[in-house]
């Protein structure tokens, strides 16, 4: 019960899915379709379900008054605030003037957005730290670098107003962008493709059981 | 204690500057600064010669810490927003074919978008949707909105008020339901793409207000991909365009332009080049493009000069860090 | 209520900033805030998008829908059964049965991307790289002519870097090299627009403190 339904499972659902891709007819069709609606559905559980474990870790280390358990009450806190304006809001929960609204426009736009953009600095602080010229390779990859943050902004082609138009520095940035990273990305993307590919088959065909864990 | 003292002056100071400045907004005292051109180039030239000192003092090896490289971030971001210098932005081929693919619509014509990011991206991805959106409206295309992150639906409604009120339009203009609908948010990524194909209303079953789908006009008699006439997904990593491609466009024909972050956009470019992508804005400076082709300029032009001065001062830095490093004899990396 | 709002937006952003001087309580309690905030988001979200809009209203159609042809689609129910097994995690004692619907996600998903992947991240590639030369009716530029010779030299090599079976030696070393040279390219376009990306969230935010905040910005 414990290994060989989750393998059946897997098995079945993954062949109707190959399946249907060849014969998107009845029933693989209706089935392909069944499988794609409670898959939302148990993708909502599982979301859910991050949460609420958030919750239970949270109310542990509050109980236990481990390090930090005060800022575990903030979360739990804001979630709770969040959960109530939401649920209470009905179906125009996100309509412009609901609570709901209101805390996604001051408490999570501002939070999420300055979570991503302090990595400016960081990318900044780093490249001037590590980012090297050591050899043939590395020098290829920071004239790359420097061609696409020029050419990709106008001043590239202020710093190259002499030249004439199409060889400007956003014209080789263009290009390059167009074919050799192009092929650089159609390599690694043929790659991971058929890794992909035969680590799908692998599941597929109950070989490649890491996903279920242990005992 | 001494430096716990000078960090809350530091703190009480900001928040004084900070509730003057408030107060100066709110009762009038200023209307906001902006730099001459005289002044602002003064400031470009300033910046410039401390980053040659800073080059000079590396040359002596006395190296600068990371405060001081987040320090020129901070002004190279924040300064250019007060000067007033002009830039040519450069249309590129991807940009200009999603503006010809929209030209060539029929007024009355169904135009997916979806909405595939969170306000982490909003910055670069933000002006995108306002000038696609405005640019609909002007070609009374009609706009069938989803979102296969959660925040995408909200950043629509945010886009569509900010265009909106930016082209003097009213809801008597651009009506809810006849001239555009937002689906709403549905789980499960690529998996409601693929039902889409076959349903939308299977995965839609209400808008993101609960209405029915078969009580909005709109999208009353669309079925499935084929009732559609384009696409756009403006996407900031997974689920997005790569999904929409394999998916939509791949299987089900759909016509698909994106507009990405900038660190995705390189990621699809070789869609672009196999023609699974009609068109592709990538980052802020495919934004502004479009925005310069819609002539609805909003903030990514806004914001051009920032990132211009932004990179130019990343790239001073790594050219003085590796100045250090050949100057070491190519041994180390920096030390402060 | 907006200028409370702003307040708090500001006090939150700059909260985050400080962890930039030092590890600090402003920014862990902005950090917990933003935890808290996300989670309930989600939630909600799911429940209204998800559990009523598509599986409620779905196994039992309000009275318009019905009026509008709408039939209550039971197979759901299914859907909603593994969903609560994957909340059986919860409980340690049953949390065994959360493989099952783990075992359909795992499934749905390998089978999915094994033809999404095949075809067009591995064939459409393919077919896309050997493409007429010259242009399909002759008309490439001398620089499209060099590009389209590029994207074929370079997917091929770059292919030939990732074959890790044989060793890197003689005629098929030097196209490895080749390879490694096309794939240092792409992770320079790459790093130079990662740079442009995590720019233009900063000039964002500092937008929204130096704008919208303090008004400071015409």
Same mark, same amino acid.
């Given at each position: 019960?414990?290994?060989?339904?989750?393998?059946?499972?897997?098995?079945? &659902? @993954?062949? &109707?899915?190959?399946?249907?891709?060849?014969?998107?007819?009845?029933?693989?069709?209706?089935?392909?379709?069944?499988?794609?609606?409670?898959?939302?559905? &148990?993708?909502?559980?599982?979301?859910?379900?991050?949460?609420?474990?958030?919750?239970?870790?949270?109310?542990?280390?509050? +109980?236990?008054?481990?390090?930090?358990?005060?800022?575990?009450?903030? *979360?739990?806190?804001?979630?709770?605030?969040?959960?109530?304006?939401?649920?209470?809001? @009905?179906?125009?929960?996100?309509?412009?003037?609901?609570?709901?609204?209101?805390?996604?426009?001051?408490?999570?736009?501002?939070?999420?957005?300055?979570?991503?953009?302090?990595?400016?600095?960081?990318?900044?602080? +780093?490249?001037?730290?590590?980012?090297?010229?050591?050899?043939?390779?590395?020098?290829?990859?920071? +004239?790359?670098?420097?061609?696409?943050?020029?050419?990709?902004?106008?001043?590239?082609?202020?710093?190259?107003?002499?030249?004439?138009?199409?060889?400007?520095?956003?014209?080789? +940035?263009?290009?390059?962008?167009?074919?050799?990273?192009?092929?650089?990305?159609?390599?690694?993307? *043929?790659?991971?493709?058929?890794?992909? &590919?035969?680590?799908?088959?692998?599941?597929?065909?109950?070989?490649?059981?890491?996903?279920?864990?242990?005992? | 204690?001494?430096?716990?003292?000078?960090?809350?002056?530091?703190?009480?100071?900001?928040?004084?500057?900070?509730?003057?400045?408030?107060?100066?907004?709110?009762?009038?005292?200023?209307?906001?600064?902006?730099?001459?051109?005289?002044?602002?180039?003064?400031?470009?030239?300033?910046?410039?010669?401390?980053?040659?000192?800073?080059?000079?003092?590396?040359?002596?090896?006395?190296?600068?810490?990371?405060?001081?490289?987040?320090?020129?971030?901070?002004?190279?971001?924040?300064?250019?927003?007060?000067?007033?210098?002009? $830039?040519?932005?450069?249309?590129?081929?991807?940009?200009?074919?999603?503006?010809?693919?929209?030209?060539?619509?029929?007024?009355?014509?169904?135009?997916?978008?979806?909405?595939?990011?969170?306000?982490?991206?909003?910055?670069?991805?933000?002006?995108?949707?306002?000038?696609?959106?405005?640019?609909?409206?002007?070609?009374?295309?009609?706009?069938?909105?989803?979102?296969?992150?959660?925040?995408?639906? $909200?950043?629509?409604? $945010?886009?569509?008020?900010?265009?909106?009120?930016?082209?003097?339009?009213?809801?008597?203009?651009?009506?809810?339901?006849?001239?555009?609908?937002?689906?709403?948010?549905?789980?499960?990524?690529?998996?409601?793409? $693929?039902?889409?194909?076959?349903?939308?209303?299977?995965?839609?079953?209400?808008?993101?207000?609960?209405?029915?789908?078969?009580?909005?006009?709109?999208?009353?008699?669309?079925?499935?991909?084929?009732?559609?006439?384009?696409?756009?997904?403006?996407?900031?990593?997974?689920?997005?365009?790569?999904?929409?491609?394999?998916?939509?466009?791949?299987?089900?024909?759909?016509?698909?332009?994106?507009?990405?972050?900038?660190?995705?956009?390189?990621?699809?470019?070789?869609?672009?080049?196999?023609?699974?992508?009609?068109?592709?804005?990538?980052?802020?400076?495919?934004?502004?493009?479009?925005?310069?082709?819609?002539?609805?300029?909003?903030?990514?032009?806004?914001?051009?000069?920032?990132?211009?001065?932004?990179?130019?001062?990343?790239?001073?830095?790594?050219?003085?860090?590796?100045?250090?490093?050949?100057?070491?004899?190519?041994?180390?990396?920096?030390?402060? | 209520?907006?200028?409370?709002?702003?307040?708090?937006?500001?006090?939150?952003?700059?909260?985050?900033?400080?962890?930039?001087?030092?590890?600090?309580?402003?920014?862990?309690?902005?950090?917990?805030?933003?935890?808290?905030?996300?989670?309930?988001?989600?939630?909600?979200?799911?429940?209204?998008?998800?559990?009523?809009?598509?599986?409620?209203?779905?196994?039992?159609?309000?009275?318009?829908?019905?009026?509008?042809?709408?039939?209550?689609?039971?197979?759901?129910?299914?859907?909603?059964?593994?969903?609560?097994?994957?909340?059986?995690?919860?409980?340690?004692?049953?949390?065994?049965?959360?493989?099952?619907?783990?075992? %359909?996600?795992?499934?749905?998903?390998?089978?999915?991307?094994?033809?999404?992947?095949?075809?067009?991240?591995?064939?459409?590639?393919?077919?896309?790289?050997?493409?007429?030369?010259?242009?399909?009716?002759?008309?490439?530029?001398?620089?499209?002519?060099?590009?389209?010779?590029?994207?074929?030299?370079?997917?091929?090599?770059?292919?030939?870097?990732?074959? %890790?079976?044989?060793?890197?030696?003689?005629?098929?070393?030097?196209?490895?090299?080749?390879?490694?040279?096309?794939?240092?390219?792409?992770?320079?376009?790459?790093?130079?627009?990662?740079?442009?990306? =995590?720019?233009?969230?900063?000039?964002? =935010?500092?937008?929204?403190?130096?704008?919208?905040?303090?008004?400071?910005?015409?």
């Amino acid at each position: 019960m414990r290994r060989e339904v989750p393998l059946l499972i897997t098995g079945i &659902v @993954g062949i &109707v899915f190959v399946v249907s891709y060849f014969i998107p007819h009845y029933p693989f069709s209706e089935m392909e379709h069944w499988f794609s609606d409670w898959f939302a559905i &148990v993708a909502a559980c599982a979301i859910v379900l991050g949460a609420l474990n958030l919750m239970v870790v949270s109310g542990q280390k509050i +109980a236990r008054r481990k390090e930090g358990w005060g800022y575990a009450i903030v *979360i739990i806190a804001t979630f709770l605030l969040m959960t109530i304006f939401g649920l209470a809001g @009905g179906t125009g929960f996100r309509e412009t003037g609901t609570g709901f609204d209101w805390l996604y426009k001051y408490t999570f736009i501002p939070l999420s957005a300055t979570m991503y953009a302090i990595l400016a600095f960081f990318v900044a602080s +780093a490249s001037y730290r590590a980012f090297r010229a050591r050899n043939a390779e590395a020098t290829l990859l920071l +004239a790359a670098a420097f061609l696409m943050m020029l050419g990709r902004v106008p001043v590239g082609d202020v710093i190259t107003c002499f030249m004439p138009e199409g060889a400007r520095m956003s014209d080789l +940035a263009i290009w390059i962008m167009n074919f050799p990273q192009t092929a650089g990305q159609r390599a690694i993307m *043929i790659g991971i493709a058929l890794g992909l &590919v035969s680590t799908s088959l692998r599941i597929i065909l109950g070989v490649e059981r890491s996903y279920l864990g242990g005992e | 204690m001494k430096t716990r003292m000078v960090e809350i002056l530091v703190v009480i100071l900001i928040a004084v500057l900070a509730v003057v400045a408030y107060l100066g907004k709110i009762w009038g005292w200023h209307e906001g600064f902006v730099f001459s051109t005289s002044v602002s180039l003064a400031v470009v030239i300033l910046i410039f010669a401390s980053l040659i000192w800073i080059l000079v003092r590396t040359l002596m090896d006395k190296l600068v810490g990371r405060r001081i490289v987040f320090l020129y971030v901070g002004i190279a971001i924040t300064l250019p927003l007060f000067m007033s210098i002009e $830039q040519e932005i450069v249309i590129s081929d991807e940009v200009q074919a999603i503006y010809d693919e929209l030209e060539q619509l029929q007024p009355g014509s169904k135009v997916l978008v979806s909405l595939d990011y969170d306000p982490a991206s909003a910055p670069e991805l933000q002006p995108m949707a306002e000038a696609f959106f405005g640019e609909c409206f002007k070609r009374d295309l009609k706009l069938i909105i989803m979102g296969l992150w959660p925040m995408g639906p $909200q950043q629509a409604n $945010q886009a569509i008020d900010t265009i909106m009120a930016r082209m003097g339009l009213d809801s008597t203009d651009v009506i809810y339901g006849e001239d555009y609908v937002n689906l709403g948010f549905q789980a499960g990524n690529e998996f409601v793409i $693929q039902r889409m194909g076959s349903s939308f209303e299977a995965m839609f079953g209400t808008d993101y207000r609960g209405t029915p789908y078969q009580d909005l006009p709109l999208v009353r008699n669309v079925n499935n991909f084929s009732n559609i006439d384009f696409s756009y997904n403006i996407s900031a990593g997974f689920p997005g365009t790569v999904e929409w491609v394999q998916i939509a466009v791949d299987r089900f024909g759909l016509r698909l332009a994106a507009g990405n972050t900038a660190v995705q956009a390189p990621t699809v470019y070789p869609y672009l080049r196999a023609g699974q992508l009609v068109g592709l804005m990538g980052g802020m400076s495919g934004g502004a493009e479009f925005e310069k082709l819609t002539h609805l300029e909003g903030k990514a032009t806004t914001y051009m000069l920032s990132q211009s001065f932004s990179h130019i001062i990343v790239i001073g830095f790594i050219i003085i860090g590796n100045v250090a490093f050949f100057r070491s004899g190519r041994k180390s990396g920096l030390k402060e | 209520m907006d200028h409370f709002g702003l307040w708090l937006a500001a006090f939150l952003t700059l909260g985050i900033y400080s962890f930039l001087y030092k590890d600090n309580p402003w920014y862990k309690l902005s950090e917990s805030i933003f935890i808290g905030i996300s989670a309930g988001y989600w939630v909600v979200v799911m429940y209204w998008d998800n559990f009523y809009a598509k599986f409620w209203l779905g196994v039992f159609p309000n009275e318009q829908a019905v009026e509008n042809g709408a039939e209550p689609d039971y197979w759901l129910l299914v859907g909603g059964v593994l969903g609560l097994l994957m909340l059986m995690r919860l409980i340690p004692k049953i949390g065994w049965v959360a493989r099952w619907p783990l075992a %359909f996600i795992v499934g749905a998903t390998a089978g999915l991307w094994m033809m999404n992947y095949i075809t067009s991240n591995c064939m459409s590639q393919i077919q896309s790289t050997i493409m007429p030369l010259f242009g399909a009716d002759y008309s490439a530029s001398i620089g499209e002519i060099i590009g389209n010779l590029v994207v074929i030299i370079g997917t091929f090599s770059g292919l030939v870097y990732f074959f %890790f079976s044989k060793e890197h030696k003689g005629a098929f070393g030097a196209t490895a090299r080749v390879g490694i040279w096309t794939i240092m390219i792409t992770f320079g376009a790459m790093f130079g627009y990662t740079v442009m990306s =995590r720019m233009s969230l900063l000039i964002g =935010r500092v937008d929204f403190i130096f704008g919208d905040w303090l008004g400071l910005i015409r």
